[in-house]
């Protein structure tokens, strides 16, 4: 069965810096795009990032642009997030999911809090 | 683009339909998709291009729609429905949500 696991949450001060994880198995991960969905405690879906299967080509919501830098290693099936300047709105579980715009989003992983607070 | 849904909320029962609308904010062809979350859970993908099913999903859920209206209908609401659904526009990035529309029990 398809999988996304990620990692690399937790408390982080404002204007901190914090890296997350997604590994991915049980499927060609090279062969796909993937991305990052967020969602604030009580709040909506946000898509903030995406990334093609090869790393070409990149994508960010205006609300991280500059400070959030999506990349994967497809030889070890992993993506991942890097998120510097942190703020207390960036205060969300993070989702990575297998992306295609023909197809949409799934699988999902089951999220990694990520708490910005002094 | 910008994605709208309605109703924010909608109460209804077992056995009930329910019609879910999504409108967009400028043409956007059929690059719809529907999702499913339930509470303490991860989205799930349930229609993807406005009407195709995903596989495995019951086929009580349909979709349709293009350009800017888009439409989802569960035909026959059943206890595990009960959950919030959004809308996701996948024509151009940032492929943006819609705000969500919460179902829950009459």
């Known amino acids: 069965e398809m999988q996304l696991l990620e990692s690399g949450g937790g408390l982080v001060q404002p204007g901190g810096s914090l890296r997350l994880s997604c590994a991915a198995s049980?499927?060609?991960?090279?062969?796909?795009?993937m991305a990052w969905v967020r969602q604030a405690p009580g709040k909506g879906l946000q898509w903030v990032s995406g990334i093609t299967n090869r790393g070409v080509s990149t994508g960010y919501a205006d609300s991280v642009k500059g400070r959030f830098t999506i990349s994967r290693d497809n030889s070890n099936k992993t993506l991942f997030l890097q998120m510097n300047s942190l703020r207390a709105e960036d205060t969300a579980v993070y989702y990575c999911?297998?992306?295609?715009?023909?197809?949409?989003?799934?699988?999902w992983g089951q999220g990694t809090r990520v708490t910005v607070s002094s | 683009i910008q994605m709208t849904q309605s109703p924010p909320y909608l109460s209804a029962s077992v056995g009930d339909g329910v019609t879910i609308t999504c409108r967009a904010s400028q043409s956007i062809s059929t690059y719809v998709n529907w999702y499913q979350q339930r509470p303490g859970n991860a989205p799930k993908l349930l229609i993807y291009?406005?009407?195709t099913l995903q596989n495995g999903v019951p086929s009580r859920f349909s979709g349709s729609g293009s350009g800017t209206d888009f439409t989802l209908i569960i035909s026959s609401l059943q206890p595990e429905d009960f959950a919030t659904y959004y809308c996701?526009?996948?024509?151009?990035?940032?492929?943006?949500f819609g705000p969500g529309t919460t179902v829950d029990v009459k």
């Open positions: 996701q526009q996948s024509f151009g990035t940032p492929f943006t």
């Open positions: 049980d499927f060609t991960f090279n062969s796909y795009a």
């Open positions: 291009t406005a009407s």
């Open positions: 999911a297998r992306d295609n715009p023909m197809t949409g989003m799934t699988p």
